[in-house]
């Protein structure tokens, strides 16, 4: 018994450690790639790192600015993760993170007089439906007409964009209407700074925390394990009497859930008001997040941790090595594009080993009549 418990322990480890040495090898290769178009440009790729790290980490409020980064990734991730596991693809995360950061601000300057303790939590659910409902409106789409996810996830990023917009020039735009941008929020709508000297606010926290629930929602509770069997083998799934439709109205509802509290952590964290094109992109990037860290919890969180240092550090890049700072987009390119193909190459070695393993018993049995 013992030595078979331990038997599996070391099957899990080398598990583990397999799993990761794409992600690194991944990481490696852009690292090197970056430095070759950093020496291109005719300038040090060591001293553009070393600025770059020292920019990220080199400094509390490197550090503070590096986890900033990194919390609207996080939820980003999880929100492409969960809907992955569910056997969707969500490309909305961008939308629905507008959408969170829309309805946390009407909550947040429209509610006067509340105590932070009840201003704060409604603040914060009311992103998350905000988020959740744009979800949920690619998968009744695809539950009611069979609409590709990928495809209405895409096309609601711009509504939900355009409709920000809209309100920031319209129904929210702050007196005296200069500027397209809402009032700020009330202060007992605004998340707290949690390290003094940086612009690290509670969000951060509220990330790790639905790093956690995604982990015991997903594996440790039976509706996660129906999405997990949905996502993997719908047709299991189907004879096992697991409901497929609702399975993927609760899975974009809660993947666009997480969308909706980036916007929240984006506005109530940093902002403090809503206005146009307030993300940079964190939306698509938590895709490629979730991609390198295998939509896993510890996964998610630790390559939203990289793209965080690589985006607090490529402002110090630029300014002390005279690194432009699209570098640290290439970089992120390359490590999307090398997980994407060892991916795509796993998936091709699992379907000719398929093909082999059917193959065997047709061979085997015209060896027996031959």
Do not use: C
Not at 167 to 181: A, D
Not at 188 to 209: N, V
Not at 224 to 230: A, F, K, L, P, T
Not at 282 to 305: E, K, R, T
């Amino acid at each position: 018994m013992t030595t078979r418990a331990g038997s599996n322990a070391g099957q899990v480890i080398v598990g583990g450690l397999k799993s990761l040495i794409t992600p690194v090898a991944a990481i490696v290769l852009a690292l090197i790639l970056g430095a070759a178009a950093i020496a291109l440009m005719g300038l040090d790729p060591l001293n553009a790192y070393q600025s770059m790290l020292q920019g990220a980490l080199g400094s509390t409020n490197g550090i503070g600015e590096t986890m900033v980064k990194a919390t609207p990734l996080i939820f980003t991730g999880l929100s492409f993760g969960l809907a992955k596991k569910a056997g969707l693809i969500n490309i909305g995360a961008e939308g629905q993170l507008y959408m969170g950061g829309l309805l946390s601000v009407i909550v947040g300057i429209s509610l006067k007089g509340l105590p932070i303790f009840i201003h704060l939590p409604l603040a914060i659910l009311a992103g998350f439906i905000g988020g959740g409902l744009l979800g949920l409106l690619s998968g009744w789409l695809k539950v009611r007409f069979g609409a590709s996810e990928i495809i209405t996830t895409v096309m609601l990023n711009y509504v939900a964009q355009y409709f920000v917009s809209y309100m920031v020039n319209g129904p929210l735009i702050e007196p005296p209407g200069n500027f397209p941008q809402s009032p700020p929020v009330a202060a007992s709508a605004q998340l707290p700074i949690i390290l003094a000297g940086t612009r690290l606010h509670l969000g951060f926290i509220i990330a790790i925390l639905a790093i956690l629930a995604y982990y015991i929602f997903m594996w440790r509770t039976n509706t996660g394990y129906e999405m997990r069997v949905v996502g993997q083998n719908p047709q299991a799934a189907a004879y096992a009497g697991m409901n497929a439709a609702r399975t993927t109205l609760l899975s974009m509802f809660l993947a666009g859930g997480m969308g909706g509290l980036a916007g929240v952590g984006e506005i109530l964290g940093i902002q403090h008001r809503l206005f146009q094109n307030f993300s940079p992109g964190y939306g698509f990037d938590g895709i490629a997040v979730s991609l390198l860290g295998y939509n896993s919890p510890i996964g998610i969180f630790l390559a939203a941790i990289l793209f965080g240092i690589l985006r607090a550090g490529g402002n110090m890049m630029q300014m002390i090595a005279n690194v432009p700072i699209a570098v640290v987009y290439i970089i992120q390119a390359f490590v999307i594009i090398f997980v994407a193909a060892e991916a795509l190459l796993r998936r091709r070695r699992s379907k000719r080993k398929a093909a082999r393993v059917q193959a065997t018993p047709a061979v085997a049995e015209v060896g027996k009549n031959g």
